[in-house]
């Protein structure tokens, strides 16, 4: 079977604790939501999970043809713990309790995708090998937390992607969150931010903000906004939205056409918590109630 896109990445165990202390134990980790999101958006899905093998029943999370999932070993399974301050989820304090190993090229399955993601959680989940051996694959995305955020004996701090000016140049497209595109430029002006990643090679990039998605592809500025009713599935906002949006790419949509798609997609979802589990009919149904 042809795929439109292959997540790679490692799939978590989350514990999460709400403002008023309730407290939750899931399944996240951005191929976890990218999928979903991408599903809805009508692409052919492959997912490449990176957990320990004892951790198998992750695997039952996903509602996806076997065939469509492969488990990439590792020694441990990525573990978070999420403690949120507010009800909109906005502020958080995340913590890395373990790490999944890092995914070499040769773990990558011989599968037909036109688009590798690769949608990673921390800094280490991708060795600098694997971008250029995907590239001789097919078409590359990255989402930069993968690169930018680091585990530092549990503490989640973001530093620059030393790599960079070596690595963008080979990505099709690129997701950002507006503090990422700061670290990565030195610009707190989304546009600006925008304009220096695609001087330094990225050929379409998505700065993802709580107001707003942008993608500058090098000539337009495009905008949409988030017109979500409540907060209460933030989690997964940024995976959803680039999902949604490098699926409708993969299948035709132009630039506005598709940010119009991914932006509604996540308003729709993050009213509710976990992947978004809707169709496309419902995502078209949002369009036309909040965005005609």
Not at 250 to 273: N, R
């Amino acid at each position: 079977m042809k795929y439109d896109i292959m997540f790679v990445g490692p799939v978590t165990r989350d514990h999460n604790i709400d403002y008023q202390g309730d407290e939750v134990h899931d399944v996240g980790g951005a191929v976890y939501f990218c999928a979903y999101a991408a599903r809805a958006a009508q692409a052919r899905v492959f997912s490449a999970i990176k957990i320990s093998p004892e951790d198998a029943d992750i695997l039952d999370a996903f509602d996806f043809p076997k065939e469509s999932l492969a488990l990439l070993p590792s020694e441990k399974t990525t573990l978070m713990r999420n403690t949120y301050f507010s009800a909109d989820r906005e502020r958080r304090k995340a913590e890395c309790l373990a790490q999944s190993d890092p995914i070499p090229p040769e773990e990558i399955p011989e599968a037909d995708c036109r688009l590798y993601h690769l949608c990673g959680l921390l800094y280490g989940d991708f060795p600098n090998d694997l971008i250029p051996a995907l590239k001789q694959r097919g078409m590359v995305s990255a989402d930069a937390q993968g690169f930018l955020r680091h585990n530092e004996d549990g503490s989640m701090n973001f530093h620059d992607w030393a790599d960079k000016l070596t690595f963008l140049p080979m990505l099709d497209f690129l997701k950002t969150d507006a503090a990422e595109a700061e670290i990565l430029t030195g610009y707190a002006d989304r546009h600006e931010a925008a304009k220096q990643l695609y001087a330094w090679g990225s050929r379409e990039t998505m700065i993802s903000h709580n107001s707003e998605m942008l993608v500058y592809d090098g000539s337009s500025f495009y905008t949409c906004p988030v017109k979500a009713r409540n907060l209460s599935g933030r989690t997964g906002r940024g995976d959803t939205t680039f999902a949604g949006y490098l699926s409708r790419r993969m299948l035709g949509d132009d630039i506005p056409t598709a940010l119009e798609y991914a932006t509604a997609l996540v308003s729709l979802k993050m009213e509710q918590p976990g992947p978004f589990r809707g169709t496309d009919a419902d995502v078209r149904a949002y369009i036309n109630e909040f965005y005609r």
